[in-house]
RNA sequence: GCGAGUGUAGCUCAGUGGUAGAGCAGCGGUUUGUGGUUCCGCUGGCCGUGGGUUCAAUUCCCAUCAUUCGCCCCA
């Protein structure tokens, strides 16, 4: 037996950057002021089909879908966002124009080929600003998740932003690139023709070299905006400037998801191998309304657990080891032995220190070597005639010096 | 869904048509109650799984599963 493809366990050590991780993102949350939703893990596959989009790869082929035994459609969520919404339409979060900040952590699914930096099951940190319709809300999300890659020590992350203005604007852009890829459909490689009837924006992305030539010359979105779209996106930039958050306009960068409109941005490392994006986001201002709340403009933004890692470990993180303070050592004896595990539980008990003791019976050599592994601070060790003497040895390991107390005063020197 | 590579001890990897090695890790010892350095020894592998070719396969062929890297897509 072993775990399905595309899922993994994580354990020790790998563990512990996970639990860093967890730990910043608590940090970082706070001083901004957002709090933790924790969505089910599963819903009607409604929530994600209509928002997400038919025709994205997300809903197309990606996601897992299964009845239940009461008939229901469920779908693990492949992403956040959908979620969010629906639960903030549930309970009125954002209800009389109240804004809401929240952030999830979790595990998402995607039925995906997997490869570097792409499972199955992975696990996405990400926040959402509700009911909040200006430039500052963008910006407060982009630096968020900018100081939260500075805070992981991923210095050399890439942020591009773009606009995707309004529906409007976007769909009178689709049907002018429409046009001009139409034009060209000959020199279009077999999947951009694919993407012409399914999303033509998309080809503007493409890593196809063809396509790509083809994709410097075509109509810019840039050119067609309205006003409220351009000064929106003009003045999210003027704002980065000012805070000094590098970042490239992409004017290539379409997000996958429909349901994104104005800003949208992207972060990545060249860390990363073909999966490039650390994380990304936008804006999604017409969201609520597909779940039959009232107009919610909002934004938000997710990062993959699993790419974060990658980076950190091209920067060369390595998470703190926790050592033990003491390592209780037991000899010979059982009276050794049974002294030693009640100095442990006493310590335990009545103090926070971190204490290790062997429970196999080894010999003192042996657990000394054990106690060095484990880069002990101090080494306690009880053999027959400290037993006898109600003693103990207080050995510090990393001066090599040692003193004989009576285990009451060493005890009582803990608190 | 498509393409290519890989699958041998806990880990990283050698290797050969006649049932296997190294380094690291682990355990033990170095004169018997003390770790981190040497030195010595030991444990540990149905050589991914199932078929086929062969006197014989871990080594060749096929399939399957897993994994890696791409395509696609995204976090």
Redesign the pocket.
């Known amino acids: 037996m072993?775990?399905?493809?595309?899922?993994?366990d994580i354990i020790s050590p790998e563990i512990y950057t996970w639990q860093y991780i967890e730990h910043i993102i608590s940090i970082l949350t706070n001083q901004f002021g957002y709090s933790e939703i924790r969505t089910p893990i599963f819903e009607s596959i409604d929530v994600f089909k209509r928002t997400i989009g038919e025709n994205?790869?997300?809903v197309g082929?990606?996601m897992y879908t299964f009845p239940d035994k009461g008939g229901d459609i469920l779908t693990l969520r492949p992403?956040a966002t959908a979620s969010v919404v629906r639960a903030a339409v549930q309970h009125n979060i954002t209800a009389q124009q109240q804004l809401s900040r929240v952030w999830y952590n979790g595990p998402?699914f995607?039925y995906?080929?997997?490869?570097?930096?792409?499972?199955?099951q992975?696990h996405?940190f990400g926040a959402e600003l509700l009911c909040a319709a200006s430039v500052e809300a963008d910006i407060e999300i982009i630096s968020l998740a900018y100081t939260f890659l500075q805070k992981l020590g991923i210095s050399n992350s890439v942020l591009s932003i773009n606009t995707l203005a309004t529906p409007q604007v976007r769909s009178i852009y689709r049907s002018v690139l429409l046009d001009y890829f139409q034009s060209n459909i000959n020199t279009l490689?077999e999947?951009?023709q694919k993407?012409l009837v399914l999303n033509p924006l998309?080809i503007l992305?493409?890593?196809?070299l063809d396509d790509k030539l083809i994709a410097a010359n075509a109509p810019k979105l840039l050119d067609y905006l309205d006003d409220e779209s351009t000064i929106h996106f003009d003045k999210v930039c003027e704002y980065l400037t000012r805070l000094n958050i590098p970042f490239i306009q992409q004017s290539t960068l379409?997000?996958?998801?429909d349901y994104y409109s104005h800003t949208v941005f992207?972060?990545t490392s060249n860390a990363?191998?073909?999966?490039?994006?650390?994380?990304?986001?936008g804006r999604y201002n017409d969201l609520f309304e597909q779940f039959g709340g009232k107009n919610t403009p909002s934004i938000g933004f997710?990062?993959?657990i699993?790419?974060l890692i990658i980076a950190m470990n091209a920067h060369g993180f390595s998470p703190d080891t926790i050592n033990p303070d003491y390592y209780i050592i037991g000899?010979?004896s059982n009276d050794a032995r049974s002294k030693a595990i009640q100095t442990a539980h006493m310590i335990r008990n009545t103090t926070n220190y971190i204490v290790i003791t062997d429970v196999q019976n080894?010999?003192?050599?042996?657990q000394?070597?054990?106690?060095?592994?484990h880069n002990?601070q101090f080494?306690i060790?009880?053999?027959?005639?400290?037993a006898d003497k109600s003693e103990c040895?207080v050995?510090?390991?990393?001066?090599?010096t040692?003193q004989n107390f009576p285990l009451d005063t060493f005890l009582s020197s803990l608190k």
């Open positions: 072993q775990a399905i493809r595309g899922t993994k994205t790869d997300v082929k990606e992403e998402f995607r995906e080929r997997p490869q570097k930096g792409r499972q199955r992975f996405q490689s999947d951009s993407r998309r992305d493409s890593k196809n379409v997000r996958g998801l992207e972060f990363l191998g073909s999966q490039d994006a650390l994380g990304g986001g997710a990062f993959g699993e790419r000899f010979e080894r010999s003192l050599k042996a000394m070597k054990d106690a060095d592994k002990a080494a060790i009880i053999g027959p005639e400290e040895i050995k510090n390991l990393k001066e090599g040692q």
